[in-house]
């Protein structure tokens, strides 16, 4: 049997499927209030119009791309976090975790500057009229904003879950979600004295959420006892450009994995522009059901690479092997669930989002391909995180390399512009890219992992 599962008791799998969900479902609750944002975001530009929905999307997809990208190589520090807790090294992960924080800090500015320089060529190329085009540049400014923001709250957020703490980040991002309600209501509609913004008013209260996001976290990490002994704020500590290096190695593999996957529904929602609003607007909405979803078994591939991570760092290979097995058939069983949701209700989760009835018939259509990925997507992305706990980086960079661009966009354009297929050739190869990634994925965890124990396991004899 695949990871050996079959050779451990019923009462060790239970004990070790109640750890994953212990650390799961804070990030869970955490993760799907930050996506949620984005949900707030299109509903209430939804409810605007049309085409500040367009706008919204359109914008929503170029900053996605790269908020995902550099939360990828943010990614980095949570396995380096966790090795160092599970070895025992309490003082060098504070000064890790000090350094993780300018690393956000380079990585945001950076990411904002690009943001700003994609506005212009980007409302170029999409052409759809001066209104949409200008909800679209406006948004991509005010949302730029944020991004310093949300990377130093990314190494606060790895610090927290790498020493077992996700519940503080669950708070934070509940009451951040809470906060961008009324922030959109505010400056999309201009309510008390603040100008009518329109969609673009989605971008600049998800910026102020981004903000929040990092100073309350910050906050809560300086101030609680449990933290105290890594001594995070100890002291003033300039960058250290040699661990600033090793973080950027480790994580460009991580950040350009998020890139191809997240690139690969944003070309496709580019390439689709041209066939309308409503087809723009239906894989908006689709997008954002699907990414709430998604948020199940990332969750529990953050808490797998964590507990990975942390019998790594011990040097317990063996349990390393075992507890990614476990977090498999965890995100299996889950994604069989979601899948079913899908199918049985697919247009009355459409139609939350939007009252036209043309754009909930084709999401509801759209969400059929959804379906049929739940399992491969979950399969891919939870044996991506298990591999990150090992820091095996490199090949499932690759491995997403060709699924994604190589069967996924490659496939998407054949199918969907060549053989006129439209959205649904797209969401074929989509089908194709995912289930691809996952058998890659699972069997090079497989054959590492395998490696590793056999290693402690001579050892040890």
């Known amino acids: 049997?695949?990871?050996?599962?079959?050779?451990?008791?019923?009462?060790?799998?239970?004990?070790?499927?109640?750890?994953?969900?212990?650390?799961?479902?804070?990030?869970?609750?955490?993760?799907?209030?930050?996506?949620?944002?984005?949900?707030?975001?299109?509903?209430?530009?939804?409810?605007a119009s049309a085409n500040d929905l367009a706008g919204v999307a359109l914008g929503s997809n170029v900053f996605i791309t790269l908020y995902i990208t550099f939360l990828g190589v943010m990614t980095a520090l949570q396995p380096i976090l966790a090795q160092l807790y599970g070895a025992g090294k309490t003082t060098e992960i504070g000064e890790q975790g000090r350094q993780g924080l300018w690393f956000g800090l380079f990585l945001g500015i950076l990411g904002?500057?690009?943001?700003?320089?994609?506005?212009?060529?980007?409302?170029?190329?999409?052409?759809?009229?001066?209104?949409?085009?200008?909800?679209?540049?406006?948004?991509?400014?005010?949302?730029?904003?944020?991004?310093?923001?949300?990377?130093?709250?990314?190494?606060?957020?790895?610090?927290?879950?790498?020493?077992?703490?996700?519940?503080?980040?669950m708070v934070v991002s509940l009451i951040a979600l809470l906060l961008n309600i009324p922030l959109n209501y505010i400056f999309v509609y201009g309510k008390?004295?603040?100008?009518?913004?329109?969609?673009?008013?989605?971008?600049?209260?998800?910026?102020?959420?981004?903000?929040?996001?990092?100073?309350?976290?910050?906050?809560?990490?300086?101030?609680q006892r449990y933290f105290a002994p890594f001594a995070l704020f100890a002291r003033f500590e300039r960058p250290r450009w040699r661990v600033q290096a090793s973080l950027l190695r480790l994580g460009i593999p991580i950040g350009m994995s998020f890139f191809l996957e997240v690139?690969?529904?944003?070309?496709?929602?580019?390439?689709?522009a041209r066939f309308g609003v409503t087809q723009v607007a239906a894989q908006q909405v689709v997008i954002s059901i699907t990414s709430l979803i998604y948020?199940?078994?990332?969750?529990?591939?953050?808490?797998?690479?964590?507990?990975?991570?942390?019998?790594?760092?011990?040097?317990?290979?063996?349990?390393?092997r075992f507890v990614s097995g476990v977090g498999l058939s965890m995100g299996l069983l889950g994604a069989c669930f979601t899948g079913v949701l899908l199918l049985l209700f697919r247009h009355f989760w459409v139609g939350l989002y939007t009252a036209d009835q043309e754009v909930v018939l084709l999401g509801g259509t759209l969400l059929i391909f959804a379906a049929v990925f739940q399992l491969s997507d979950a399969t891919q992305t939870i044996a991506s995180y298990a591999l990150r706990g090992y820091k095996l980086t490199k090949i499932p960079m690759l491995i997403h390399a060709f699924s994604f661009w190589g069967l996924g966009l490659g496939f998407g354009c054949l199918f969907g512009l060549y053989f006129g297929m439209a959205l649904y050739g797209f969401w074929l190869a989509l089908v194709l890219a995912l289930t691809g990634a996952a058998v890659a994925l699972v069997w090079y965890l497989h054959r590492q992992s395998e490696r590793f124990a056999l290693m402690q396991a001579e050892k040890e004899s």
């Open 263 to 272: 690139s690969l529904f944003t070309f496709i929602s580019l390439l689709i």
């Open 112 to 169: 904002m500057l690009l943001l700003w320089a994609l506005i212009k060529p980007m409302q170029h190329w999409l052409n759809m009229g001066t209104y949409v085009d200008g909800v679209f540049g406006q948004f991509v400014f005010f949302i730029a904003l944020g991004m310093p923001a949300a990377m130093i709250h990314r190494a606060f957020y790895a610090f927290a879950s790498s020493l077992n703490r996700p519940k503080p980040i």
């Open 192 to 223: 008390y004295g603040m100008p009518e913004l329109g969609g673009a008013g989605c971008g600049l209260a998800s910026a102020i959420c981004f903000w929040f996001n990092a100073i309350v976290l910050g906050i809560y990490v300086v101030r």
């Open 295 to 320: 948020m199940l078994p990332q969750s529990v591939g953050i808490a797998l690479a964590v507990c990975v991570g942390q019998a790594v760092g011990a040097r317990k290979w063996q349990r390393a």
């Open 1 to 47: 049997m695949l990871f050996e599962l079959n050779l451990h008791g019923r009462g060790e799998l239970w004990a070790e499927c109640r750890r994953l969900l212990r650390l799961a479902l804070p990030i869970l609750v955490a993760q799907a209030a930050q996506v949620g944002v984005g949900v707030v975001d299109t509903v209430m530009a939804g409810h």
